[in-house]
């Protein structure tokens, strides 16, 4: 069941989490996505923390969570088809085709929960 309160205390954690990697990227910037956010600047406008903020939280879970959960996927389904894992564990050229599989059988994510409209024509 959906904890809202849980879910925005967690929010709130990791906003405070990031700002202090903010604050410091922006004295310092460093070779990483956090500094190319603080920096960013087109026709002279510059991302505020809030939509750096907003950014990061979409990035983190798009990140992680379709990762883990594809990789794991993918060990379930070679372990639980073990002539797939032994063609992979023979011909390793096959583990590009074995992950996209992996994607296409068993995707990590069902449905994106996004605004997207189509343009009227
Ligand atoms: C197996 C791995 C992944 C899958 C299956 C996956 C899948 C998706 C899907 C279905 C969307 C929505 C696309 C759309 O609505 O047009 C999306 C968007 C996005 N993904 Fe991934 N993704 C994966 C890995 C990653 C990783 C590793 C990152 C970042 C490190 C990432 C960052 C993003 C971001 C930022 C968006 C939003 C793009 C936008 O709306 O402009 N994804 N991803």
Do not use: C
Not at 37 to 59: K, N, Q, V
């Amino acid at each position: 069941m959906t904890n809202w309160e849980r879910g925005i205390q967690a929010s709130a954690e990791l906003k405070a989490y990031l700002a202090a990697i903010l604050e410091e990227r922006r004295r310092q910037p460093a070779d990483d996505v956090i500094s190319v956010l603080a920096t960013a600047e087109l026709d002279g406008e510059h991302l505020d923390d809030e939509e750096i903020f907003s950014f990061l939280r979409l990035l983190l879970p798009a990140g992680v969570e379709t990762t883990f959960r594809s990789t794991g996927n993918l060990l379930y389904l070679l372990l639980t088809h073990p002539e797939q894992l032994d063609a992979v564990r023979r011909d390793r050229s096959l583990l590009p085709q074995a992950i996209e599989e992996g994607l296409r059988f068993e995707p990590p994510l069902l449905l994106t929960a996004g605004s997207r409209r189509a343009t009227p024509s």
